[in-house]
């Protein structure tokens, strides 16, 4: 066999290998994008019992806010969480949310203070010149997640507390109606003002009687609150990740298919090629039984 040959088959071997690689990676993002959503979907059920929670709290005559999580008088930074990827082979999914984040913080009052989650999200939001306050990194698993937003959660009430913050907003990917596609959105978490509050309190109760909290109204509102937070930045963190796998899946498909045409033509190739070297091995020996010496 001819060199040229041999270089075919060298790289269809090697597109072999990558296309074994590739489609590694297709089942176990496929595999992590299952685990995400179902844990967005038990946070639903669970947020939607918080917030019902939070109903029955605020319903209660003579009830105030905790001071901790109200508008500091103050304060005018707006505090501002990026969700992000730590990897590649994702796509636009860290240049789409950037240009997401930065438009959206023009129309924000005060300064900025951004926590970022994720290497590639502070590069990208250095490169657009946002005032960083923190790095985190990006969890590898649904059991991961408690650990990180454990971590945010003390990082901005410490910054609320000292009146540093009079807002704080929550900017993410969320997974999109057709499957491989996502989309950026954004959400206030704090303050909890009277618009927080008349959102929940137009939620209709489910039973014609009256809510009454058990104990203290005053500390099963401040429980609530921390949860109510806490499971908003688990869901956000969650919705992240299975759209960053989402992103990775069709990347993955699209390598997966591009190889198999490039296969499929290297094979051709070479089975043409290698056909042509015994036709003319074949020709070099009929020309020889007609032309005895």
Known sequence: MSDSSETLRHRIDGAGDLQAVVRTMKALSAANISQYERAVHALDVYFHTVELGLVACLRQPDLQLPTTF??????????????????????????????????????????????????????????????????????????????????????????????????????????????????????????????????????????????ETLGSSQQTLWALIREYLFVSLYRACAESLASENASRLAAMQRADKNIGEMLENLTQSYHQQRQESIDAELFDVIAGFGNPA
């Open 70 to 211: 109200t508008r500091p008088k103050a304060a005018r930074m707006t505090g501002v969480i990026v969700f992000g990827s730590d990897q590649g082979l994702v796509g636009q999914f860290n240049d789409l949310l950037v240009e997401f984040v930065t438009h959206a913080l023009t129309d924000l009052p005060g300064d900025k203070q951004v926590w970022a989650v994720g290497e590639r999200m502070r590069d990208r939001l250095q490169d657009a010149g946002l005032p960083l306050a923190g790095l985190f990194n990006v969890p590898n698993s649904v059991n991961a997640i408690t650990a990180l937003i454990g971590q945010l959660l003390l990082a901005t009430e410490a910054a609320h507390e000292h009146g540093k913050l009079s807002h704080l907003y929550l900017f993410h990917n969320r997974p999109g109606a057709v499957a491989g596609q996502y989309e950026p959105v954004s959400q206030r978490l704090l303050p909890l003002d009277a618009q927080w509050q008349n959102h929940l309190l137009a939620q209709p109760w489910q039973t014609h009687k009256l809510p």
